[in-house]
């Protein structure tokens, strides 16, 4: 039987009660491994150990450049491994082969960058000095800007893109001198354990890097509420969030927030809709739908609807082949679990209740027995204030909307609880531009334009808050500290 061990104080151990629990490949409904299921006294087992690695160890006072070395190293272990990692993002996170670059190459390409950001970052500044009198008697004013690590970190990712989203967090964490617990997703901790492995193999201090999983629904807030925590990054829904930002109130614990999303791609008149359609259609299909800054509305002049959402459909039934992901020829593979699935359902089902044109898909495919599929499913003539058009669906479900000017566009894009992303699509460049400006939300990209590393990433509105990726990600996980002296 494939069972792992979990990661705390630099030691592999079971969960405190033995327990575990299993880990479904979702194309297949097989097991594909067992995991631990830790208890609430597992995570504090980690907590008091990166507590204890932060105010003891040597980690938080390691010079710059050996934790830059340390990062490299890590990458550099990955890479080696990398056909291990792209099988369990397979049998585990559904990782179809068009989205390995995302699932696999970029983490790796993160860790990289953020060595390299962190090399040259200010964590150490001297301001320049002001004339302000002294008790001593001088009247000169030295000031040092001491960026100094956040502290101990909780590191809870989800499961989509787990080594994507792991590396946004840990990378920088270690980058800036933290120690940390990760929690995985209950629904793909192997990732995160496999990186405990990489950061055991690495070199780095005991405790450092705890990772504890475990699908007890205690756990997270466990986490979460422990005193000894001085920082929370958590990546996932709304609703958690919103849970997790009460939590942390009880001891003003810094909070880092990537929640969920409803983009919009705006498909303007001067853009031709045959170029349009691929990306207009993507979330039907890419890691199905599952990922956070998915276009799934798409916007187009209400004199072009029918020739877009015709296309669209005839693009998706030609071209997107459901299946295990283990296949490279899939597009499409399955969603994460069964009750994502219902979820997913139930919006296909509110759509055409509400009064949406159900243009293709919309059921199960008829060919697979097993595994949690959903067909490639296209909206059209929705409105604005529908419920698929306004909820995350976080399925291959993409909604058609139809807009009678550029106004009347934004308005459409603007209305939404979530800010997390936008897409426009126009031969116009500077007018894309000032488009984007008026779009509320973290990032707007231009005719498929995409910056994974340096670019902040994060939401407005109900998005989240913070910021990852970059040198803004990486001043998440530091304080700012001012050392000052008279001259
Ligand atoms: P989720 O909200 O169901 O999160 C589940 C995780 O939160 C589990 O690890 C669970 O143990 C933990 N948890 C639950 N309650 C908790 C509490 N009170 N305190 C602490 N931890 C708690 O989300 P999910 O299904 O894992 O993720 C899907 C969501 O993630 C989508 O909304 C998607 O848009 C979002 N997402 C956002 C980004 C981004 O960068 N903005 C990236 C990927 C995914």
Known sequence: MNTWQMYIDGKWVEARDAKTYPVPNPATEEEFARVPDATVVDVERAVAAARRAFDEGPWPRTPLPERVAMLQRIA???ERRKDEFRDVLVATAG????????????????????????????????????????????????TLLVRQPVGVCALIPTWNFPLW????????????????????????????????????????????????????????????????????????????????MESVAKNLTRVHLELGGKSALMVLDDYELDAAVPSAASPTFFHAGQGCAMT??????????????????????????????????????????????????????????????????????????????????????????????????????????????EEHAVRIANDSDYGLFGSILSHDKRRAIELAKRIRTGGVSINGAFNSFQKPSGGFKQSGIGRENGRFGLEEYTELQVVMWPN
């Not at 960058?113 to 001593?136: C, D, G, K, Y």
């Not at 964490?173 to 496999?194: Q, Y």
């Not at 002049?301 to 998706?316: C, G, I, P, Q, W």
């Not at 008829?366 to 529908?386: C, H, S």
Request: aromatic share 4%; glycine share 8%.
């Open 76 to 78: 550099d272990i990955i």
């Open 95 to 142: 990782a179809e082969f068009v989205t390995h670059a995302q699932q696999l190459e970029s983490p790796i390409q993160l860790i990289r960058n953020m060595a390299e950001i962190a090399s040259r970052h200010p964590f150490e500044e001297l301001l320049p000095m002001v004339e302000q009198p002294t008790p001593a008697g001088g009247n000169l004013v030295s």
């Open 165 to 244: 989203v792991t590396a946004q967090k840990f990378a920088p964490a270690l980058a800036a001198g933290c120690t940390m617990v990760v929690k995985p997703s209950p629904w793909a901790p192997l990732i995160d354990l496999m990186i405990a492995q990489v950061v055991d193999e690495a070199g780095v201090p005991p405790g450092v890097v705890n990772v504890v999983c475990g699908q007890a629904p205690e756990i997270g807030p466990a986490l979460v509420e422990d005193p000894r925590i001085d920082k929370v990054s958590f990546t996932g829904s709304n609703a958690t969030g919103m849970r997790i």
């Open 296 to 405: 799934t509305r798409v916007l187009v002049h209400r004199s072009r609807h029918d020739e877009l959402v015709a296309k669209m459909a005839a693009f998706v039934e030609s071209a997107v082949k459901v299946g295990d992901p283990a296949d490279p020829s899939v597009l499409l593979g399955p969603v994460i679990r069964p009750e994502r699935r219902a979820a997913i359902e139930e919006y296909i089902a509110s759509g055409r209740e509400q009064g949406a044109d159900l243009v293709t898909g919309g059921g199960r495919p008829a060919q697979l027995d097993r595994g949690w599929f959903v067909e490639p499913t296209i909206f059209g003539n929705a409105r604005a204030d529908m419920r698929i058009a306004q909820e995350e669906i976080f399925g291959p479900v993409v909604t058609v909307i139809p807009f009678d000017d």
